[in-house]
């Protein structure tokens, strides 16, 4: 495992596929105490003048405390071969479970934010902006009905894509 460091427009893969299909691990914390879950809803491209990232996260999730207490986050492409691990983290909760340890990954930490060594690639972001999404700014009821039988609805965090690391 070696992560090396490359510009954020040199991330491999198309990045809709790997979100959409493939799915990605976003986690927050320190080496200490940290959360990771699976997340397929996400956007990425520029914002205020640089390469920015969002993504969406339910406040059920225990991901969610993570993202609220600490200012990085990082978003992560596994290598192949590790669908059940992808499946463990968005479907159990690490309220609930060792997360690492049942999914079968191994922490590995890039600037200080953890990621994996099982990582393809792995973009560290720092929180630039954080919103949740009231009802009433939905302009299309039929998506808000779809997304939100109930009230767990998503809050947003906007990140800044600080650097991007491909595992070699
Ligand atoms: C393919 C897939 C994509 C998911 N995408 C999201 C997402 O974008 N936002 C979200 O809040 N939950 C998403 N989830 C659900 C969380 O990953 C799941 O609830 C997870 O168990 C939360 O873990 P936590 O409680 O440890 O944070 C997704 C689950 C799967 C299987």
Redesign the pocket.
């Known amino acids: 495992m070696s992560f090396r460091k490359i510009e954020p427009t040199e991330l491999p893969g198309n990045i809709i596929d790997e979100v959409c299909n493939k799915?990605m691990l976003l986690s927050a914390g320190s080496a200490s105490d940290f959360?990771f879950?699976?997340?397929?809803?996400?956007m990425m491209g520029e914002l205020w003048f640089q390469p920015a990232v969002t993504v969406?996260?339910?406040h059920s999730?225990?991901?969610i405390n993570y993202m609220e207490n600490h200012d990085m986050f990082t978003l992560t492409a596994l290598k192949p071969g590790h669908q059940d691990a992808l499946n463990l983290?968005?479907?159990?909760?690490?309220?609930d479970i060792d997360?690492l340890k049942e999914s079968g990954l191994t922490a590995a930490f890039v600037d200080g934010c953890p990621t994996f060594e099982e990582a393809a690639y792995t973009i560290v972001c720092k929180k630039m902006y954080a919103s949740e999404m009231p009802p009433e700014n939905f302009l299309d009821k039929e998506i808000f009905d779809k997304a939100y039988t109930d009230t767990d609805y998503?809050k947003m965090y906007i990140g800044q894509i600080v650097a991007a690391y491909v595992n070699d």
């Open positions: 799915w959360n879950m699976t997340v397929n809803w996400g969406y996260v339910r999730r225990h991901t983290a968005g479907s159990k909760s690490g309220r997360k998503h």
